[in-house]
Nanobody, 126 residues
């Protein structure tokens, strides 16, 4: 059974930084890609960042592309999200996701991902 476990969430002041990590276990195959989504309170799930392991390509939602950086190791099935210059709009539950098969493009749609973590809370105080 594939499991994804996020860590690194917490409370940070506006302008601060956090680093989220996600580790996968229980699989015998390499993922095609991994990504991060978030869901602010009362709002819909939103794609934040993703990485395609076959090409090394990354993609970000426009609101974070100059502040967040996704990285990781496909061999270790880990993915990280470095978040800088956080603002109150970034507060959400952040979910790690993994794509078992796909093309060479970064998956940015929820249904393209097969496995999900339980999420980690990020709170930003003004």
């Amino acid at each position: 059974q594939v499991q994804l476990v996020e860590s690194g969430g917490g409370l940070v002041q506006a302008g601060g930084s956090l680093r989220l990590s996600c580790a996968a276990s229980g699989h015998w195959f390499r993922f095609n890609g991994m990504g991060w989504f978030r869901q602010p309170l009362g709002k819909e799930l939103e794609f934040v960042a993703g990485i395609n392991w076959s090409t090394g390509s990354t993609a970000y939602v426009h609101s974070v592309e100059d502040r967040f950086t996704i990285s990781g190791d496909n061999e270790q099935s880990t993915v990280n999200l470095q978040m800088n210059s956080l603002n109150v709009e970034d507060a959400a539950i952040y979910y790690c996701a993994a794509q078992s098969a796909g093309g060479r493009f970064v998956a940015s749609i929820r249904d393209q991902y097969d496995y999900w973590g339980h999420g980690t809370q990020v709170t930003v105080s003004s």
